[in-house]
């Protein structure tokens, strides 16, 4: 008679660690966006808390409607709470929760409160070239605004706004661009979002007209 062994027990699966915390995976997503100030990618997210990228986008989508005030038949809801005071963006190449564009003037003048952290005007426009016409060299931002813009720059750089990206084959100058910090801080998917620039800094409403051949 053929003996026959008892089918051995098959080993426990290890215990979700998120089970039993309350929200579970998706608490655990609106943790970490809460305490991360930079936009933090599905992957950095999947990677901490050891579940699929896939699963863990789909609860960030899910986040980002729900804050936007949408049911989950995806008709806006009519509830007087809704929508949430901050958002959850895309930008950047990661997540982050913001406070909505339309209380901007109230949480500047929390923030800031009598604080000069604000750019100077000249950092403003050197800025607003070298994001237009990035990649772009100091010679040919200082021809634009017509002054040299040497310190400014190096300001920009400071402030993490603007990078060296690389170097003009012809003319050996390094050339400039902007960074995602300059991106976060607009709240802006790409350079290829930015406003027209006329309504915002009047005096370089031809600055797309220059000839890149010009300087």
């Known amino acids: ?6 089918d051995e027990p098959s080993p426990e699966q290890p215990a979700d660690p998120l089970d039993p915390l309350p929200g579970g995976l998706r608490g655990a997503v609106e943790a970490i ?4 100030d930079r936009p933090v990618t599905d992957a950095q997210l999947a990677a901490a808390l050891h ?24 008709v806006r809801s009519a509830e007087p709470a809704s929508p949430r005071g901050f958002e959850l963006r895309d930008i950047a190449g990661g997540w982050r929760i913001y406070s909505r564009k339309h209380f901007a003037s109230v949480v500047a003048e929390f923030v800031l409160d009598g604080q000069s952290a604000r750019l100077s005007q000249a950092a403003l426009e050197t800025l607003t070239v070298i994001a ?10 200082s021809a634009i605004r017509g002054v040299t813009v040497d310190s400014v720059v190096r ?3 400071q402030r993490g706004l603007v990078v060296e990206m690389e170097t003009d084959p012809e003319t050996g100058a390094v050339l400039y661009g902007t960074t995602s910090l300059f ?7 790409s350079v290829d ?23």
């Open 132 to 141: 237009y016409r990035q990649p772009v060299s100091r010679a040919r931002v």
């Open 1 to 6: 008679m053929d003996e026959t062994t008892p």
């Open 155 to 157: 300001t920009l750089l």
């Open 33 to 36: 966006l809460m305490v991360t």
């Open 193 to 215: 979002e930015l406003p027209r620039i006329a309504p915002h800094l009047p005096g370089l409403e031809s600055l797309g007209e220059y000839d890149e051949t010009t300087y």
């Open 51 to 74: 579940r699929p990228a896939e699963e863990v986008h789909a609860v960030l989508v899910g986040l980002q409607r729900e804050y936007d005030g949408y049911t989950g038949s995806g």
């Open 183 to 189: 991106l976060e801080r607009l709240g802006l998917g």
